[in-house]
């Protein structure tokens, strides 16, 4: 258990920062599996844009590694980009 003041905020704002990136990985996990299991192409291009800001938005907090959000970013636009 915390000892100082400093130390329980710490623990405090880990508690509340863990529990948004678990909120936004789970929002990431949920576009992605939008994406794959989508069979219209025109739907999938839209969900793709919106999945991509979220992407960029996650690496650029540091949520998720860039590399991670560039290596969905190609393989989801190249799933799209076979789909009839």
Known sequence: ????????????????RGARN???????????KRIRSSRDKAKAAVDLKRTVKLLDKLASKGIIHRNKAANLKSKLTALVSHLQ
């Open 22 to 32: 678990a909120e936004l990985k789970s929002r990431m996990r949920t576009e992605i």
């Open 1 to 16: 258990m915390a000892q100082h003041k400093s130390a329980e905020k710490r623990a405090r704002t880990s508690k509340r």
